[in-house]
């Protein structure tokens, strides 16, 4: 990668890397405080678990949703006003799903977790944005910093369910309207973070670099097709999919199995920063151990965490903390390993001027992945329960772990851009 002259690429690579990390903290505070709340605000409206996949599956279509919009959009303006663009809608979605809540109206609550998976959309894209200027052997470092970067958010987050409740109560609101009301102050901090700082802006100076046009910003299937046609892409989606998905289905239904059994919201928040601690805390060591180990065995590591995840979860039928803490903190950890290893192959996989198109279409892909099984998880835990919806994950999960193992065994991955 040869630096336009008179750019210090190495230090603009460091400036990114420090405002991607502050913007991601206060983005992941928002969607983990409002995450849990809106499973418990749809089951407190329609007084039945059956459906409280809805609020997952609104905010999973936003995330789908805004990965391929903001991607165009991004590939044409740049990461700033994308990222930018992307947490503004945010701050709409939540204050719209705030007044969902207090109206006890589900489709306006639904209307606002849609645009706060744009939120959760920009803040997955900002993953690549770390990865644009960073040299092939230090991407997976890239990219797994500013998901570390998420655990401080993500950790804190649910630990302001409690207080905002308290405080919306207290002035005449609905409880759980008022954790949607602080998520909407973090995303506008995020969005102020990235508008003023992200400068230069990284991909414009990677595309320069590398003597890159900017791209026709490609649709959905042709991207895709771009993914599928690559080993190392297609090994990278399937990840990103699998682990997503397996983590969005029983985290989703976490909230709602403790509650059934006695805990109260603090509680589940504690258990629920647990998880996204899981997620977030050692991303560093899951980017280390990609770059240094390789991608199919940092893949192969996080299907066997997501697999024992599964089983200990499945084993909690009464939500006994002894299991639901280690279980979901698993479960955040399995799906790091898988995100950041899938991350950097769908990134190195294909080439310069076709990266945008195709980290967008990737995203896309996991997102409605994971919205088909948050969806179908309310369904299976209500008729179910909450362990055969886990198994199910273990299935998946282990089907994840089988391709991992055939492929280090039989086949040679060719990455290259």
């Known amino acids: 990668m040869a630096a336009p002259a008179t750019i210090n690429l190495e230090l603009v690579q460091r400036r990114t890397l420090r405002i991607l990390f502050t913007s991601s903290i206060s983005a992941r505070a928002a969607t983990s405080v409002m995450f849990f709340i809106a499973v418990l605000a749809i089951d407190d409206i329609l007084g039945s678990g059956r459906w409280a996949g809805l609020t997952t599956v609104a905010m999973t279509l936003g995330t789908a949703y805004s990965s391929s919009a903001l991607s165009s959009f991004m590939d044409r303006h740049g990461r700033n006003p994308g990222l930018t663009l992307g947490y503004a809608v945010a701050v709409g979605g939540s204050l719209v799903a705030a007044l969902g809540t207090q109206l ?9 977790m849609a645009g706060v998976g744009v939120g959760q959309g920009s803040t997955n894209l900002s993953r690549y944005a770390a990865a644009d200027l960073a040299p092939p052997t230090q991407r997976s470092r890239a990219i797994s910093f500013v998901v570390f970067a998420s655990t401080i958010g993500a950790v804190t987050g649910p630990l302001f369910a409690g207080p905002s409740s308290s405080l ?7 409880e759980l309207a008022g954790p949607f009301i602080a998520g909407a102050i973090f995303f506008a901090i995020s969005g102020l973070i990235v508008q003023a700082g992200l400068r230069p802006d990284p991909l414009s100076l990677a595309q320069e670099a590398d003597g890159a046009q900017r791209e026709k910003q490609l649709g959905f299937m042709p991207a895709l097709n771009i993914v599928l046609a690559s080993a190392g892409a297609r090994l990278g989606l399937i990840t990103l999919t699998v682990s997503t998905a397996v983590m969005v289905s029983v985290m989703a239904m976490t909230p709602l199995h403790m509650e059934a059994h006695g805990h109260g919201t603090d509680n589940i928040g504690w258990v629920i920063s647990a998880h996204t601690a899981g997620m977030f805390a050692f991303a560093p060591l899951a ?3 990609s770059d240094r180990k390789g991608r199919l065995p940092a893949v192969f590591v996080g299907s066997v965490i997501l697999l024992i995840s599964t089983i200990v979860a499945a084993l909690a039928v009464d939500a006994p903390n002894i299991l639901m803490f280690p279980s979901l903190y698993l479960l955040g950890l399995g799906w790091s390993f898988g995100i950041v290893a ?14 945008v198109s195709a980290q967008g279409a990737a995203d896309v892909a996991s997102a409605l992945a994971s919205g088909v099984g948050a969806l179908s998880s309310g369904f299976v835990f209500s008729m179910a329960g909450f362990h055969i919806l886990s198994l199910l994950g273990t299935a998946a999960a282990g089907g994840l772990l089988l391709l991992a193992f055939v492929r280090t065994r039989t086949e040679q991955l060719t990455v290259g851009v």
Do not use: C, F, N
Request: net charge negative.
């Open 168 to 174: 919306a109560e207290r002035i005449g609101y609905e």
């Open 342 to 355: 899938g991350s950097a192959l769908v990134t190195e996989s294909v080439k310069v001027d076709e990266r």
């Open 287 to 289: 980017g280390w151990y």
């Open 104 to 112: 006890q109206m589900v489709p306006v609550l639904l209307i606002g």
